[in-house]
């Protein structure tokens, strides 16, 4: 069974910091990872994919298979990165590429 | 908005109560899910469908709790008998199977249906 741990359930930096949100993960075949965020009363959004390679709102994660890790890197916190923040596992083998979710990290970005 | 749309999206009931939750998905999105969310929790994984075909049920889904897709379009959640715990927030969320390389495209969100039971 696949597994996602957020070992931080609160994580606070100011602005212009670095941050960087930690997911580890267990699975045993080829995962595929995300990063979700849900901004106060909005709704969960994708931030990014794995397989995309790609930088949103500065953010990078970067997939290591050897520590099993998905972090999330932010050089520059902003305020308005503010928010939850979910680590997503899914897999091409994994029934309907259904998600397994971590617990989530909430970031307060302090001015 | 043409999203993910839940209704309703509050709903307090007593414990014992039948409730109905409605999910319309992305127009296009041939796939569905629901996953439920406590507090302080990731949302976790309960059923989904491809089209009107539901193809996988959690363990966390009770006898109590039945989905539909009638038409392969909306989706309804009931849960029959409601208990306290069953107080949650309840997601829908859809995407696009195409299969090929990139097999399915991301998971879009509802705003969910907040149940409390007293």
């Known amino acids: 069974a696949q597994r996602v741990t957020q070992p931080e359930k609160l994580l606070s930096v100011f602005k212009g910091a670095p941050v960087e949100l930690k997911c580890n993960y267990s699975?045993?075949?080829?995962?595929?990872l995300f990063w979700y965020v849900q901004y106060s009363r909005q709704r969960l959004q994708l931030l990014l994919r794995?397989?995309s390679r790609e930088s949103i709102k500065g953010f990078t994660a970067d997939l290591n298979k050897g520590e099993t890790s998905f972090h999330l890197k932010k050089p520059f916190a902003q305020e308005e990165d503010s928010a939850m923040y979910y680590c997503a596992l899914s897999g091409p083998f994994i029934s309907g590429s259904r998600l397994t979710f971590g617990e989530g990290t909430q970031l307060t970005v302090n001015p | 908005d043409t999203g993910v749309s839940q209704n309703p999206r509050h709903k307090i009931t007593k414990r014992g109560q039948n409730v109905t939750f409605r999910c319309d998905p992305i127009s296009e999105h041939n796939r569905l899910y629901w996953y439920r969310q406590t507090l302080g929790q990731g949302p976790e994984f309960l059923t989904y469908?491809?089209?009107?075909?539901?193809?996988?049920k959690s363990r966390l889904l009770s006898d109590r709790f039945s989905a539909e897709r009638p038409k392969g379009s909306f989706s309804t959640l009931e849960i029959q008998r409601t208990e306290q715990g069953d107080s949650a927030m309840y997601l829908c969320?859809?995407?696009?199977?195409?299969?090929?390389?990139?097999?399915?495209?991301?998971?879009?969100f509802g705003q969910g249906t907040r149940l409390t039971v007293v």
């Open positions: 969320a859809s995407s696009l199977f195409k299969g090929g390389p990139i097999m399915n495209t991301e998971a879009f």
């Open positions: 794995h397989i």
């Open positions: 699975y045993s075949g080829s995962p595929e």
């Open positions: 469908f491809q089209n009107e075909a539901q193809l996988e």
